[in-house]
Nanobody, 129 residues
Framework: QVQLVESGGGLVQTGGSLRLSCVVS????????MGWFRQPPGNEREFVAT????????AYADSVKGRFTIARDNAKHTLYLQMNSLKPEDTGVYYC??????????????????????WGQGTQVTVSA
């Protein structure tokens, strides 16, 4: 059974930091491209960041560039999202996702929600003004 379990969310003030973790079990983590997505209140799920399995290349949504960092530890089957300089507009439920689909080095394919096969249950991040 495949499981993705996020943790690390919470309530933080503007300018604060949080680190999200996502532990993956039941599949070959090292050959999956991983992504973080979020769903703000009343809005659709949106791309945040992705990291390729092949070369650990990363990409970010423009809204989080320079503030968030995605990383993975294949030995621990864990994906991370370090979030710094948080803003109220970062509020939402954060999800990690995994896919075995391979688009080579064209990382833009991994911005779409529909190419990910497996999702976690989400963790709430709330940034107060």
């Amino acid at each position: 059974q495949v499981q993705l379990v996020e943790s690390g969310g919470g309530l933080v003030q503007t300018g604060g930091s949080l680190r999200l973790s996502c532990v993956v079990s039941g599949r070959s983590f090292s050959t999956d491209t991983m992504g973080w997505f979020r769903q703000p209140p009343g809005n659709e799920r949106e791309f945040v960041a992705t990291i390729l399995w092949s070369n650990f290349d990363t990409a970010y949504a423009d809204s989080v560039k320079g503030r968030f960092t995605i990383a993975r530890d294949n030995a621990k089957h864990t994906l991370y999202l370090q979030m710094n300089s948080l803003k109220p507009e970062d509020t939402g439920v954060y999800y990690c996702a995994a896919t075995a689909k391979n688009f080579g080095s064209d990382i833009r394919h991994y911005y779409a929600t529909d190419i990910y096969n497996y999702w976690g249950q989400g963790t709430q991040v709330t940034v107060s003004a």
